[in-house]
């Protein structure tokens, strides 16, 4: 069964900082890996999609990173703004995705 | 086209009562998905459909819930007999089959705001 987590849970930085926001998964064999975000009691949003055969995926400020051999992938968010702030979630698979818990971010003006 | 829509967006019901939820997905989406999600956690997947056929279930998907896409456009998924452990955010979710020029695992989801199911 594919697991996947994100560290940390929660995250609050100053505007202006740049995000780093960490998923890792078990099972290698993921077909795809998509970033989410998703605003307080709202759906969910994708901002990135990795498939398996690439490294990484930029959109604007954002940056996703693959690393399939090492169960891992990043999300770079440029130069934050409090408009950033929200929960984000990674999930892999190809129909029934795998979602994390998500990573809470706080943007402080 | 609005995107995905979900009716009602609030359910409060007494245990023991069915409820019943309703997603329509975007006009030429062909894949559509049913997730649940509780407070604090990612959703967990429950079933898909592409067109009518509905293709994998969870084992989260007990005997109490169906759910049904019959013309191949909107779902249904309904809850009988609810228990205090149904309270979540049911989320639908609709995509359409990746065109080669796009990549064949190219499958972007678009969600829905979900319907929040409360049971007293």
């Known amino acids: 069964k594919q697991e996947v987590t994100q560290i940390p849970a929660a995250l609050s930085v100053p505007e202006g900082e740049n995000l780093v926001l960490n998923c890792s998964f078990t099972?290698?064999?993921?077909?795809?890996l998509q970033w989410f975000r998703q605003d307080p009691g709202k759906g969910l949003t994708s901002l990135l999609l990795?498939?398996?055969?690439?490294r990484e995926q930029t959109s604007g400020r954002l940056n996703a990173s693959l690393d399939k051999s090492s169960g891992r992938s990043t999300l770079y968010i440029a130069a934050s703004q409090p408009g950033d702030s929200a929960t984000y979630l990674c999930?892999?698979?190809?129909?029934?995705?795998?979602f994390g818990a998500g990573t809470t971010v706080t943007v402080r003006a | 086209d609005t995107g995905v829509s979900q009716d009602p967006r609030h359910k409060i019901t007494k245990r023991g009562q069915n409820v019943t939820f309703r997603c329509d997905p975007i006009?030429?989406?062909?894949?559509l998905y049913w997730y649940r999600q509780t407070l604090g956690q990612g959703p967990e997947f429950l079933t898909y459909f592409q067109n009518e056929a509905q293709l994998e279930k969870s084992r989260l998907l007990s005997d109490r819930f169906s759910a049904e896409r019959p013309k191949g456009s909107f779902s249904t998924l309904e809850i009988q007999r609810t228990e205090q452990g149904d309270s979540a955010m049911y989320l639908c979710?609709?995509?359409?089959?990746?065109?080669?020029?796009?990549?064949?695992?190219?499958?972007?989801?678009?969600f829905g705001a979900g319907s929040r199911l409360t049971v007293l």
């Open positions: 999930a892999v698979g190809l129909y029934g995705l795998s």
């Open positions: 979710a609709s995509s359409r089959i990746p065109s080669r020029d796009r990549g064949s695992g190219a499958n972007v989801l678009t």
């Open positions: 099972d290698s064999a993921i077909y795809n």
């Open positions: 006009s030429e989406h062909n894949r």
């Open positions: 990795i498939q398996s055969s690439q």
